[in-house]
Antibody
């Protein structure tokens, strides 16, 4: 059973950089896609971006200019950096396994394993 | 961006009743790339259905999904007390994947 655990500061000042790390256990970080998804208080879910274990990334266009992701397979960790944060970046941040695979002629994509989430508040 | 519109916003039902939740996509999306998630207060979302109609591991068979063009449906045949939650549909047809606004299933 794959388990994910987010870690990082719960409070970030406006204009600074939000940095989170996700540790993967119970399964291999290799040959998988890993996403970050966030949920502002009382609102819905927003996909932030993914990183493949090789380091290939794909970001949400709405966040691309402020976003970077990295992966450290030796530590089974991947990370998120979001710079120039504002109050609008306040949310619960989830790290998620981004399952993308083909079986026969059918290809599937979905989010199957989620971390518990970490609350990040942007405030001075 | 493919916008998913879920209806109704809130569904008030009693345990044992059938729930029918709808999700409509603004653009065509393969049913293989449509999923449903359940979220309870203070918890992370949980995958229920992928590929529009495939139950995820450990999901009871009272949950089922179907697709017709750009319309997708999640059905819960007989509501159990633990099924009262918020449900989200999600499409992964391109970048970015997007989620619907959610349907809250509450106890009547």
């Amino acid at each position: 059973q794959v388990q994910l655990q987010e870690s990082g500061p719960g409070l970030v000042k406006p204009s600074e950089t939000l940095s989170l790390t996700c540790t993967v256990s119970g399964g291999s970080i290799s040959n998988n896609y890993w996403s970050w998804i966030r949920q502002p208080p009382g609102k819905g879910l927003e996909w932030i971006g993914y990183i493949y274990s090789s380091g290939k990334t794909n970001y949400n266009p709405s966040l691309r200019s402020r976003l970077s992701m990295s992966v450290d397979t030796s530590k089974s960790q991947f990370s998120l950096n979001l710079n120039s944060v504002t109050a609008a970046d306040t949310a619960v941040y989830y790290c998620v396994r981004d399952r993308q695979y083909c079986s026969g002629s059918s290809c599937y994509r979905y989010f199957d394993y989620w971390g518990l989430g970490t609350v990040v508040t942007v405030s001075s | 961006e493919n916008v998913l519109t879920q209806s109704p916003g809130t569904l008030s039902l009693s345990p044992g009743e059938r729930a029918t939740l709808s999700c409509r996509a603004s653009q065509s999306v393969s049913s293989n790339w449509l999923a449903w998630y359940q979220q309870k207060p203070g918890q992370a979302p949980r995958l229920l259905i992928y590929g529009a109609s495939n139950r995820a591991t450990g999901i009871p068979d009272r949950f089922s999904g179907s697709a017709s063009g750009t319309d997708f449906t999640l059905s819960i045949s007989r509501l159990e007390p633990e099924d009262f939650a918020v449900y989200y549909c999600e499409q992964y047809g391109g970048t970015p994947p997007t989620f619907g606004g959610g349907t809250k299933v509450e106890i009547k």
